[in-house]
């Protein structure tokens, strides 16, 4: 139990650090750019640039994929999520079911969504596991979430 409180302090306390850059509340543009940096603007003003790690996806259907199944992600990526999840044994030999969702959650390359918030769940282990800045759950085309996290911010412009 001592892991969640880790987790949700650690969320917390990024939440704080970020605020004065980002609104949680905002929707804002992400832009991709070729040196593996993804860009945040609101309009035409630039926000931030940061260095990103992707995860997954989750699909309309409520099926989490790994990016690891998702052609076209680089072996740097991969090697980053196999270290995430590596972190398995962590949420062993517990009834909770938070900690059951998370060890189920690292060590399926599929796993089926059952309730909203373990889509907050996802992201405040993600934040915690890879010690990012933030996190951001943007749509794709196909109207599948994505899982990034920050991991540097380079550039920041308000």
């Not at 003003?45 to 199944?69: E, H, M, R, S």
Request: proline content about 3%; charged content about 20%.
């Amino acid at each position: 139990m001592k892991i969640l409180k880790k987790i949700v302090k650690n969320h917390k306390d990024k939440l704080k650090g970020v605020n004065n850059i980002l609104n949680k509340n905002k929707n804002y543009t992400i832009l991709f750019d070729k040196n593996d940096r993804i860009i945040l603007t609101t309009g035409n003003n630039k926000v931030l640039t940061a260095g990103y790690n992707f995860y997954g996806i989750l699909q309309p259907n409520d099926v989490w994929i790994w990016a690891t199944a998702i052609p076209g992600i680089g072996i740097t990526m991969k090697n980053k999520i196999k270290s995430i999840r590596k972190n398995a044994h962590l949420f062993e030999k517990s009834n909770n079911p938070k900690i059951l969702f998370y060890h189920h959650f690292l060590t399926q390359d599929i796993v089926m969504i059952t309730d909203k918030k373990q889509i907050q769940w996802i992201n405040q282990l993600l934040l915690y596991l890879d010690d990012s800045i933030y996190y951001l759950n943007p749509l794709n085309s196909k109207k599948n979430v994505q899982f990034i996290t920050l991991s540097k911010i380079f550039e920041k412009y308000v």
